[in-house]
């Protein structure tokens, strides 16, 4: 398995513009028609010419006026689409989509062709990394403390003990009893890694990345969320041990770990640079840059 084949689909939440535009904005870019759907999300949804359906819905979460508040809801994307992707953020920037900090990005991974001990890998990857991950994506406290809380430990580690082989054994691995029809709102949803989706969508939800309307950052993460399945899907195991942050070398461990995920080259230069540039430190040495060399 490679990145071309895992599918995804993203959230992007915006204020400053209206749902019409959002769709409008899309419509410019994938072609298709426009159309009111209206319901409890207030929804306006673009039906691109090769048949996939765009959305922009409301979400009250976010603190704007209603009229001018529009998370966008692609429809199932693979790699291959990420350059549409990023002309359709592009195109919502110039109709006046802007974030502040109620903004965020969620990635959905299909799931479909996973077993629950990749699952489980998954959940142990992000988990050994998540302080590494939420750093370079810049995930705020005040996000952290509510609708997207750090992986709880004790599902790592009833995970880690059971090691579950089917879908009701990780079920109750993340609920801590079995719930196989969670409700749409179920607050176990609301944690950085997701994945009380699974038994509604078959997908699992990366909720860490704030808003962007820089279409090299929506894509950075994206990618990232790419490299994370993959990597649990080929791996015959992970660790569930988890790495300690360490602000001296917080950009070299970063770049190792994506080059270790196969982000290695000029095709993910850019993606690297934007997932290391919050982190301090050097991405090329571990404890700083040497005195002999500065000499």
């Given amino acids: 398995m490679n990145l071309n084949e895992q599918t995804f689909g993203t959230e992007l939440e915006y204020v400053r513009i209206s749902r019409e535009s959002a769709a409008r904005a899309i419509q410019s870019v994938v072609g298709g028609d426009v159309r009111y759907v209206g319901g409890s999300y207030d929804a306006w949804e673009c039906r691109a010419a090769d048949g996939r359906v765009w959305r922009a819905v409301n979400d009250g979460s976010l603190d704007a006026p209603s009229h001018l508040r529009a998370e966008v809801v692609t429809p199932i994307l693979k790699y291959a689409d990420l350059d549409t992707l990023q002309e359709v953020v592009r195109a ?32 142990k990857i992000f988990y050994k990394q998540e302080e590494l991950i939420l750093k370079a994506l810049g995930t705020s406290e005040s996000r952290l403390a509510h609708y997207t809380r750090r992986t709880d430990a004790s599902f790592i580690e009833r995970s880690a003990s059971r090691k579950p082989r089917s879908s009701g054994e990780l079920n109750r691995a993340w609920f801590g009893r079995s719930n196989l029809n969670p409700e749409h709102y179920d607050p176990s949803r609301y944690r950085d890694l997701n994945l009380a989706t699974l038994w509604r969508t078959h997908t699992v939800e990366i909720r860490a990345a704030e808003g962007s309307t820089h279409a090299g950052e929506v894509k950075a993460v994206i990618v990232l969320c790419l490299a994370l399945a993959v990597k649990a899907k080929t791996a015959k195991a992970a ?11 917080a950009k070299y461990d970063f770049r190792v770990f994506l080059l270790r995920l196969g982000l290695i080259g000029d095709e993910f230069k850019t993606v690297r640079q934007h997932l290391l540039k919050r982190l301090p430190g050097s991405a090329a040495w571990k404890n700083g840059r040497p005195a002999a060399v500065n000499a």
């Fill in 92 to 123: 919502l920037r110039r109709a006046g989509a802007r974030t502040t900090a109620c903004c965020s990005q969620h990635v959905h991974l299909g799931m479909e062709n996973f077993t629950p001990e990749q699952i489980a890998n998954l959940a």
């Fill in 239 to 249: 660790s569930a041990a988890k790495r300690e942050y360490n602000e001296a070398s």
